[in-house]
């Protein structure tokens, strides 16, 4: 299967979401070349970009997994197909 070069942007509303986040990114590691972590306590929620590198059903999955836990949403953005 192909890989895409994709960012995951994941908007936490719910800090005690963070370990079940951590475990489910560990579960893609190997996909993820980076990753950015902002806190924006003004607006109490946490900013976190992940960069991959990744077939898209597994990028799917792993954007699925987090949008189902408690005030998790997460979207990818996927680079152009050459």
Request: aromatic share 10%.
């Given at each position: 299967?192909?890989?895409r070069v994709?960012?995951?942007a994941i908007l936490v509303e719910n800090r005690?979401?963070?370990e079940k986040i951590n475990g489910i990114l560990h579960e893609f590691n190997s996909f993820i070349i980076g990753r950015m972590g902002l806190?924006?306590?003004e607006r109490n929620v946490n900013i976190i970009s992940i960069m991959l590198d990744a077939?898209?059903?597994k990028i799917n999955t792993l954007a699925g997994k987090l949008g189902r836990l408690e005030g998790?949403?997460?979207k990818a953005?996927?680079?152009g197909m050459k």
């Open positions: 299967m192909e890989s994709a960012v995951l005690e979401s963070a806190p924006y306590r077939p898209s059903d998790v949403t997460a953005v996927y680079a």
